[in-house]
């Protein structure tokens, strides 16, 4: 195209914008002869200025589930929230937003699959659901943001409130509750890890950059510049600070296996790199969610930096307690749960608990797959020969008695296959791959009353229909909360603002359920025939 007609081109383009598109602009003399002339377009006029009366009430319908958030909301003893606002009546200063609209705002845009405080402003401006929640007001995203991750025990007071409200509507039993684990992914990047010796040079490095900036002569920079670049020092020395902490606390659980190949994020130091469902790997938080069977109604939600669900048993438990005075009567969680340990502390407790069948070692499955031991090749296939002290692999090879080890108060006996046997072994890959220098090794130990009756209790057909259940209950939340809600990663960082995040994201879930259950069926159609 030449410089003329590009002039042109352009000309024409921006005084389409301004006019709208030209009569007939695109048609042929052919179609005009064959029509009898141009044919004729509405105009869009962008010049013109005027009035529109909204009608505020009228912005959404009234079945609209906004009005059904607010209504709900409106429910609640907010005073977790009130206590800590300076604004009163007849004086002077700014006025807080009402916590019933914050929560609303919240809620509403986790349901649309809004995270971002931002978004809700600027939906504030345009979108009638929200301009009918604020009165056409638009809060700010400082303010949402603040009020999102600030708060903590009274958003937890509210989801136990909330969960009383559904409690007394029928809608929870705790007959039957199940437990799952989902991987949510960090507000981190996966290049953002370092070691400890990398962060202490990055804090040095800040350290002198902070010193700079007070050096920096007055005139060169405006006082708000200056004060951009202390604030952004400031944070990343905050986060480096913490990146280093993060170091301490690993070295004191005992997760630092070697110190030159442990990383922490600089960016949100309290992730943790986990497998995820597609099998990579990506720093995220685990998130522990307790849905009650009856209505999937989610009765506890926790989030932890363990990347196995071994250990959150019974702290699911613990939370479903606590949330409503009560304890379940059966709790069904997947073979990531199933442990010696758990099977004993269930039945202390009198929770019936339900799982895949575990292994003579008290394991569920998954201690296995994270080995890549297939399932032909789990220590039950095994056969123990009591004349000979010894055990006969599914290949028909001896593993030999080799030791007794004495561990919680149990006795376990270990035995061992010859390691030039398992190397020629063509099963040796499904059966052992991470061995290099040692044969296949298996313990024997003596069996616990609870595991024996868990084993027994698994056999039964009542008790796998009952486990047949577990995916479609317990996955129903997750997938609510990472498909439709968009939580697929954290929009804020840390383990307690992770948290809080979770937390938003289930409350604003068991909202919809009673939406679902209760105020489409009776308040909406109440309503709508009054
Ligand atoms: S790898 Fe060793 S223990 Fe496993 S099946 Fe082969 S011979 Fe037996």
Redesign the pocket.
């Known amino acids: 195209m030449g410089s003329e007609q590009a002039v042109l081109a352009g000309w024409t383009s921006a005084q389409e914008q301004r006019d709208g598109p030209r009569d007939g602009a695109a048609f042929s003399e052919k179609e005009e002869g064959e029509r009898g002339g141009k044919p004729r377009f509405e105009p869009i006029d962008r010049e013109q200025l005027f009035w529109r009366m909204v009608d505020v009430e009228r912005l959404v319908a009234e079945d609209h589930p906004a009005r059904a958030i607010w209504e709900f909301v409106g429910e609640l003893d907010l005073s977790g929230y009130t206590g800590e606002i300076r604004a009163v009546e007849g004086k002077a200063g700014r006025p807080a937003w009402h916590p019933q609209l914050m929560i609303s705002l919240w809620a509403y845009a986790y349901s649309q699959g809004v995270g971002s405080a931002r978004a809700i402003e600027q939906l504030c401006q345009c979108d009638p659901a929200y301009q009918w929640l604020t009165g056409t007001a638009v809060v700010n995203a400082h303010s949402l943001s603040d009020f999102r991750v600030e708060h903590d025990e009274a958003l937890k007071g509210l989801f136990v409130q909330i969960l009383a409200l559904l409690s007394a509507d029928g809608l929870i039993t705790l007959e039957r509750v199940m437990q799952d684990g989902t991987k949510i992914r960090a507000s981190a990047a996966s290049d953002s890890f370092r070691s400890q010796e990398r962060i202490e040079q990055a804090i040095k490095q800040a350290r002198e950059q902070v010193e700079a900036v007070d050096q920096m002569p007055q005139e060169e920079s405006s006082r708000r510049v200056v004060k951009a670049r202390e604030r952004a020092q400031r944070e990343r020395q905050e986060r480096l600070g913490s990146a280093l902490k993060e170091f301490e606390k690993l070295k004191t659980e005992g997760s630092v296996k070697e110190k030159k190949k442990t990383r922490v994020s600089t960016t949100d130091p309290e992730a943790r790199v986990m497998k995820q469902p597609d099998g990579g790997f990506a720093p995220s938080y685990n998130v522990q969610v307790n849905t009650d069977a009856a209505n999937a109604v989610i009765v506890a939600v926790g989030v932890v930096q363990a990347g196995n669900d071994f250990e959150q048993l019974r702290p699911g438990v613990d939370k479903v307690e606590q949330n409503l005075g009560e304890t379940p009567a059966q709790v069904v969680a997947d073979g990531g749960y199933v442990s010696r340990d758990n099977i004993v502390e269930m039945k202390s407790r009198g929770v019936e608990f339900i799982g895949p069948p575990c292994d003579e070692q008290g394991k569920g499955k998954s201690s296995y797959e994270g080995r890549g031991v297939s399932p032909e090749?789990y220590s039950s296939r095994f056969v123990y020969d009591a004349a000979t002290n010894s055990f006969h692999?599914?290949?028909g090879?001896t593993?030999h008695y080799e030791g007794k080890e004495e561990r919680n108060s149990q006795v376990s006996y270990k035995y061992r296959?010859a390691m030039a046997?398992?190397q020629a072994?063509p099963?040796?890959g499904q059966?052992?791959p991470g061995n290099q220098v040692t044969?296949?090794a298996i313990q024997r130990t003596e069996e616990l009353p609870e595991v024996a009756e868990f084993r027994q209790k698994m056999q039964t057909e009542q008790a796998r229909e009952i486990y047949r259940q577990r995916a479609q209950v317990a996955e129903t939340p997750n997938l609510w909360i990472k498909a439709k809600f968009g939580l697929r990663q954290f929009n804020v960082r840390g383990l307690r603002k992770a948290g809080m995040e979770a937390l938003w994201a289930c409350l604003t879930y068991n909202i919809c359920v009673w939406i679902r259950l209760r105020w489409r069926t009776e308040g909406a159609v109440a309503t709508a025939t009054a």
Do not use: T, V
């Open positions: 090749y692999c599914p290949n090879k593993l296959a046997d398992c072994c099963a040796k059966c052992c044969g296949r």
